[in-house]
């Protein structure tokens, strides 16, 4: 494939040689982001906020790269980061008419991570309010568009991360995931989407799906995602149930491919999960491809129990345990499918809730079984394309495992590893994913797979120079 030579269209790592050999420097690469940036987010509308001092900490990047001292391994790299996650300065608005506007006081762990290695961080981008849902809308910011196509949704919650990404706002964006939240988006934008195994990646303050969202990357090539979980995944004693520091390079050993592997494909979580005729087709592909590149491919069933009803448990109790803490007079404020879903739950029991964790407990086990025999399992990562930004959100409990998240929600449950990775086009020239999940803390496992069908399915980027804007809304 031909490199690019826009900065803005180039990788992380094809921007940092660039910086080693002086051919570029970091100013140059966020000055061509922001001229993207400029042209494209009036209809995109990936950001909550811009960051003022970016061009500044661009500059402070050069400075070190010319002195021969870069500050850390993303020097320079422009980076985004979801408005679910806390940046100093900033307010963290989660896509809420009802949160404070005053600006965070301290970094989210990750963010330190991100700062620390020398990110310049160049804005902060839209999520679905709260993160509750699949389709890339909130109450404040409204309707982020898929750079691939407008009409269409980018996807939730990290709708944001997802359209800057596929819009080459930067090759790097951060996002929280409980129930698909980054891979849907990603997958919906071509991009690659990782849930990293539960406490690699600090997070302080947890949101409202605490037990089971994890922070992690969502960028434009496998490799990237590795590079840059290295620089989120630093202990923070913030969180209490991270996991101990132990840096590590994500990128060793990420070429040697999935000869000898166990792949098990998996099409059951406990339920017939939908999927279309180009999903199916993707999924054959995809395990075709891992066949061909070594791997011992099988179908198998985890035998799991019935994970949709599962996690619409625990998703609605965290709902209305949420919308209960909004003082009344603000509660008109809200997404309506938000409220809607909080009092079809509110009314659960405590000992079904705990019933439910339980029973999340030993769908875990199944699954830490199940990889006794598989190295890695592969599914679908959507049900659909992309559906149109526009509709509206009706009967939100059904469209979870109809529409947005019967393929992803399983992994957020059991605190696995799980990337989604583009595997080709559509006949409407939109992007289809699969999923790769591994045994928890098997993260290097799914890395390795997801570059293997990356490699094999590389896709285009997206022009949103070709897109029309769509009218108002």
């Known amino acids: 494939m031909t490199q690019p030579t826009d900065p ?29 940036v400029a042209r494209y987010n009036p209809w995109v509308n990936a950001f909550a906020a811009m960051n003022p001092r970016a061009l500044q900490a661009a500059g402070e990047s050069e400075a070190r790269w010319s002195a021969g001292r870069p500050l850390g ?38 963010v330190l991570g991100l700062k620390a290695a020398g ?63 980054l891979r849907i988006p990603a997958a919906f934008c071509g991009l690659v989407g990782m849930k990293p195994s539960v406490g690699l990646v600090p997070q302080w303050p947890h949101g409202a799906f605490a037990p089971v969202a994890c922070a992690g990357p969502m960028t434009r090539s496998v490799r990237d995602a590795a590079l840059m979980l290295g620089a989120m995944a630093r202990h923070d004693l913030r969180d209490p149930l991270c996991l101990p520091d132990r840096p590590r390079d994500w990128l060793s050993g990420i070429e040697d491919g999935v000869a000898g592997l166990r792949v098990a494909v998996v099409r059951r ?89 339980a029973l999340r407990l030993e769908a875990a086990h199944a699954m830490a079984r199940f990889h006794q025999r598989h190295d890695l399992v592969l599914t679908a990562a959507t049900p659909t394309a992309a559906f ?57 496992l799914a890395f390795r797979a997801a570059r293997v069908i990356e490699r094999a399915a590389a896709l285009p980027l997206a022009e949103p120079r070709n897109a029309s804007p769509p009218g108002p809304g």
Not at 343 to 351: D, K, L, V
Not at 391 to 410: H, Y
């Open 269 to 357: 979580f406990g339920f017939e999960a939908p999927l279309d005729a180009d999903g199916a087709a993707a999924l054959a592909a995809a395990a075709r491809l891992l066949a061909e590149s070594g791997a011992e491919v099988e179908e198998a069933d985890p035998g799991l129990p019935d994970m949709h009803t599962l996690f619409g448990h625990l998703w609605g109790a965290a709902l209305a345990r949420l919308v209960a803490g909004i003082p009344a007079e603000k509660r008109a404020l809200l997404d309506a499918g938000l409220v809607e879903l909080a009092e079809r739950q509110g009314a659960m029991r405590a000992i079904d809730y705990v019933a439910a964790e």
């Open 388 to 444: 149109a930004a526009d509709q509206p959100t009706l009967r939100p409990a059904e469209a979870l495992w109809r529409d947005w998240a019967p393929w992803t929600f399983a992994f957020g449950l059991t605190g696995q590893p799980a990337i989604g990775v583009p595997v080709g086009l559509d006949d409407d020239g939109m992007p289809r994913a699969v999923q790769v999940a591994a045994a928890i803390h098997r993260d290097d």
């Open 8 to 36: 803005a269209l180039m990788s992380a790592e094809t921007l940092l040689a660039h910086y080693a050999r002086r051919a570029l420097s970091p100013v140059e690469a966020l000055q061509a982001v922001l001229e993207r």
């Open 73 to 110: 391994p993303l020097d320079g790299v422009p980076v985004t980061v979801q408005d679910l996650i806390d940046l100093a300065g900033f307010p963290t608005r989660r896509g809420s008419r009802t949160t404070p506007t005053a600006p965070a006081r301290e970094d989210a762990p990750l």
């Open 119 to 181: 990110a310049v961080i160049l804005g902060k981008t839209t999520t679905t309010e709260f993160g509750w849902k699949t389709p890339g809308d909130c109450p404040l910011h409204g309707i982020t568009r898929n750079p691939w196509d407008p009409r269409r949704t980018a996807g939730g919650a990290a709708a944001g991360a997802a359209a800057a990404g596929a819009a080459c706002f930067g090759p790097l964006h951060a996002g929280l995931d409980a129930g698909g939240s």
